[in-house]
């Protein structure tokens, strides 16, 4: 079966670096993208961006332009998302989800990585 | 960007009931959303895509409908488990945005 899973949670000092991992199983790797979302305590959902695990094609939300790289390694069918210059306001859950290529809604949700950025 | 609205924000309602959730986007975007639900602690799951077509194993009270700039969702008949937020999405070749979310309440 389809599983995305993340790594644990993580507790961060502000103007630190972030780095999630999504590890892929049960599908094709490199035939799906995989996107990053957050979501902060109480709030909606907010895209990030995707990566082309097929050949390491990226777009980001204009939000996180400078401030993330998303990134895979086909080799143990993993994706990576890190976010530079943590901020308190960067406290959420991330979210890895799975697309088909664009366009295309997402059909499998990584279980979500707490992170919480003190200052 | 396209920006994408739902309401209502919280709507409250009884077992039983029927119920319907608005989204708009704010230029045509075709059949390209799909909706959500999401309970506390969880990740959102996948119920309609593509406007309207039902999610494999999604119960049948769940339809979608709409196309262009405007998209509801219906609960024809609300079950306890129904109880959580919704959200729509679009999707396009570059990106995603999420609606804000509608919080379903039990009345």
């Known amino acids: 079966q389809v599983q995305l899973v993340q790594s644990g949670a993580e507790v961060k000092t502000a103007g630190a670096s972030l780095r999630v991992s999504c590890k892929a199983s049960g599908y094709t790797f490199i035939g799906y993208y995989i996107h990053w979302v957050r979501q902060a305590p109480g709030q909606g959902l907010e895209w990030m961006g995707w990566?082309?695990?097929?050949?390491?094609?990226?777009n980001h939300a204009q939000n996180f332009q400078g401030r993330v790289t998303m990134t895979r390694d086909t080799s143990i069918n993993t994706a990576y998302m890190e976010l530079n210059r943590l901020r308190s306001d960067d406290t959420a859950v991330y979210y890895c989800a799975r697309t088909r290529v664009l366009p295309a809604a997402v059909d499998y949700w990584g279980q979500g990585t707490l992170v919480t950025v003190s200052s | 960007d396209i920006q994408m609205t739902q309401s209502p924000s919280t709507l409250s309602a009884s077992v039983g009931d029927r119920v319907t959730i608005t989204c708009r986007a704010s230029?045509?975007?075709?059949?390209?959303l799909a909706w959500y639900q999401q309970k506390p602690g969880k990740a959102p799951k996948l119920l309609i895509y593509e406007a309207s077509s039902l999610e494999t194993g999604v119960p049948s009270r769940f339809s979608g409908s709409g196309s262009g700039t405007e998209f509801t969702l219906t609960i024809s008949s609300l079950q306890p488990d129904d109880f959580a937020t919704y959200y729509c999405q679009h999707f396009n070749t570059f990106s995603i945005t999420f609606g804000q979310g509608t919080r379903l309440e039990i009345k």
């Open positions: 990566i082309n695990p097929k050949n390491g094609a990226t």
């Open positions: 230029q045509s975007i075709g059949s390209w």
